[in-house]
């Protein structure tokens, strides 16, 4: 047939620019494509098929067709546009998961651009050392990078520089507790991005960051509203694989903690297909997430594989795998575990504040009362500092189960109320649920036994809703789930064989819960121990 007419190949070529810039990116990568198969690219067209690649999810060919597209403008001596091609190289397979490639690429990007005058490309290695300072917690070189992006973005009217400046010094101030001025700097980077003169791929970048941020704070209703505004711009995308999947990621966190677990299962497999080649971050999360959906059902041993699962991908797998060991009856594994997270959490206070929350609880019922009281009120500092929603609930429940374990269920009861109204609000249903029963506990210990009851059936009505068999009422003592079930037995008239059957555990394990229930309880016998039982509501009729 011959080849085809050059004016036809032009036609190709500006049909597929059109629908480029159109974001139109399945045409345009037909398009391109036809046209390379006909004779070579140019480096802007090369550029373009790159692009189109990148939104459809293609990101092997992505990589490739991005690489050569770099050699052509090295090649045609536009350095500062190869320059921004290593970057974006860099920018990828750092995502990809894939770190020693990167930085050899950032490497390049950053070798190129020294000495040459500041230009744009500069400006995209400043927003890559500014992505460093926030991961290793620089929060003060964050910002002051975020404010150099911002004077660069206005002096040479680049408005996605602005926007990243103003995300950047968001990102780093609302993590050093600042949430209000935080905020706001975070929303002025997303009115830039609306508005019309930041690429889309930075556009989506700010969105994703802006809910991921929320999410990391515990601001649950401000990142459903992101997340909303976020969607409504996809709308205008036929195909946006990478930001598409990085939403769905951000679902899955939010269904969990909205207790629609099955969703948020089957969400989260969509997210390891789509995003397993092109954002190991999203998909790491994801699986942390599903490792939290199977501990809440009581699925242990899954959650154990996703906890592991997501740690071989990077993501820190506490406090998941902390409150794990404690479901399975291993407190002082629990203990250990999460007051290690704590400790290496230091220099980072919002990721500190979730630790907190599990120490807490864990502490609590470890018999660690002590320490627990001391993690409640460094949470309260930090839900203090940073006002958001979900860290004051997280506080106001430690502050109530502490006090609650202390044998104070007056003083139990403001922070209770406080922390289930608050929970309701951000649709958590699951922690709405446990603070219903602890204020239940605090009401019959109390005599106020209609209030009580009240509150049970409030918790077991949202346990229903969740799906999951309401668990017996909160004990005072602190003990564990495991530990009040084998109190059950014993006091109901049990031998360690009898409970050891009957909970299919071993005989030494019963000796071991009974050591933890002694001494939370404060006991020195089995009679005692069953005595503090009955007057609990723990003894149900035993089976023989």
Known sequence: MGTPPASDREALLLNARAAHHEHRYDAAYDGL?????????????????????????????????????????????????????????????????????????????????????????????????????????????????????????????????????????????????????????????????VGGGVDAEWTGHIYCMVVSACLEVADLNRARQAQAAAYRWLDDFQHAAMFTGVCRAHAVSLLVSEGAWAEAEQEAATVTLELAELNVEAVAESEYQVGECRRLRGDLAAAAASYDRAQQLGRDPQPGQALLALATGDGAAAWAAISDAVARCSGDPARCARLLHAQVQIGVAAGRRDAAARAAAQLRGLADDFGTPGFRAWASHATGLVALSAGRPADALPSLREAAAAYRQLRSWYDAAVTDGLLAEAHRLLGATDL?????????????????????????????????????????????????????????????????????????????AAAWAHGHGLVTPARR
């Not at 500069?122 to 003060?140: C, F, I, P, Q």
């Not at 008239?493 to 009957?502: D, F, H, K, M, Q």
């Not at 229930?517 to 016998?525: D, E, M, T």
């Open 33 to 193: 494509r036809s046209a390379q198969q006909q004779s070579p690219l140019e480096p802007d067209d090369l550029r373009r098929l790159a692009d189109a690649a990148w939104w459809l999810g293609l990101m092997t060919e992505c990589l490739r067709l991005t690489e050569a597209a770099h050699r052509g403008f090295l090649d045609s001596g536009l350095v500062d546009r190869a320059a921004t091609h290593a970057l974006d190289l860099g920018g990828m397979l750092a995502m990809r998961g894939e770190p020693a490639l990167a930085a050899g690429w950032l490497g390049r990007a950053r070798r190129l651009l020294d000495g040459r005058p500041v230009g744009s490309a500069h400006g995209l290695l400043w927003y890559v050392d500014l992505s460093w300072a926030l991961g290793e917690g620089r929060w003060d070189d964050a910002d002051r990078i975020g404010a150099d992006l911002r004077q660069l973005g206005e002096e040479q009217a680049v408005e996605h520089l602005t926007a990243l400046g103003y995300l950047g010094s968001g990102l780093a101030t609302l993590r050093q507790g600042r949430a209000p001025e935080g905020f706001a700097l975070l929303d002025e980077a997303a009115l830039r991005a």
């Open 452 to 528: 009580a009851q009240e509150c049970q059936d409030s918790a077991a009505a949202l346990f229903r809703r969740l799906g999951i068999e309401s668990p017996a009422p909160a004990p005072s003592g602190g003990l564990t789930a495991r530990e009040a079930e084998v109190l059950a037995k014993v006091a109901a008239g049990l031998s360690n064989r009898e409970v050891a059957a009957a909970l299919s555990i071993s005989e030494a394990t019963v000796r071991r819960h009974l050591a933890n229930i002694f001494a939370k309880l404060g006991v020195g016998s089995r009679t005692a």
